[in-house]
């Protein structure tokens, strides 16, 4: 994140410690995650203790210390969606990214993991790419779901 970036974003809200998950949420949405100097500057800029910052930075699922993607992808491995495929899902989306569970492509488009039951079993397999649900989808469709993201 480059230092005017950063200085917009500070100076959109207070300079003061209640304004610590606003900021953090300014930088996750423009970067796809927080990258620890940042953190470490942010933390000092609004006079919060470092280890407050990382507890919130590991306590909220908004927020990611690994590098993610624009779209974040999540294939659900719980038992309902394991049955219906799942691990071929994640197979197909691992051939069509070129990336690992776990990985962000090179263009930061996307990243993937698993996830456990996101609670639509009913919907199985499922798959979220950002905040759309994704719901029976064959691998054979695997490819045209991406599509829409490009
Ligand atoms: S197991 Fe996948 S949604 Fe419940």
Same mark, same amino acid.
């Given at each position: 994140?480059?230092?005017?970036?950063?200085?917009?974003?500070?100076? $959109?809200?207070?300079?003061? *410690?209640?304004?610590?998950?606003?900021?953090?949420?300014?930088?996750?949405?423009?970067?796809?995650?927080?990258?620890?100097?940042?953190?470490?500057?942010?933390?000092?800029?609004?006079?919060?203790?470092?280890? $407050?910052?990382?507890?919130?930075?590991?306590?909220?699922?908004?927020?990611?210390?690994? *590098?993610?993607?624009?779209?974040?992808?999540?294939?659900?491995?719980?038992?309902?969606?394991?049955?219906?495929?799942?691990?071929?899902?994640?197979?197909?989306?691992?051939?069509?990214?070129?990336?690992?569970?776990?990985?962000?492509? *090179?263009?930061?488009?996307?990243?993937?993991?698993?996830?456990?039951?996101?609670?639509?079993?009913?919907?199985?397999?499922?798959?979220?790419?950002?905040?759309?649900?994704?719901?029976?989808?064959?691998?054979?469709?695997?490819?045209?779901?991406?599509?829409?993201?490009?």
């Amino acid at each position: 994140m480059n230092a005017q970036m950063l200085e917009t974003i500070l100076h $959109r809200h207070p300079k003061d *410690p209640s304004s610590i998950i606003q900021v953090m949420l300014d930088i996750q949405n423009e970067l796809y995650y927080l990258p620890r100097d940042v953190l470490n500057y942010v933390s000092e800029y609004l006079n919060v203790p470092l280890s $407050r910052t990382y507890n919130l930075a590991t306590f909220y699922k908004a927020f990611s210390l690994k *590098p993610k993607g624009k779209y974040p992808i999540a294939v659900c491995t719980g038992t309902a969606c394991h049955v219906q495929g799942a691990i071929k899902i994640m197979e197909q989306i691992e051939r069509e990214l070129h990336i690992k569970e776990g990985e962000t492509t *090179p263009d930061k488009k996307f990243s993937v993991e698993s996830v456990r039951c996101l609670g639509c079993c009913g919907l199985a397999p499922v798959v979220t790419v950002g905040k759309n649900l994704h719901g029976r989808i064959p691998t054979s469709k695997v490819s045209k779901i991406l599509k829409q993201y490009e």
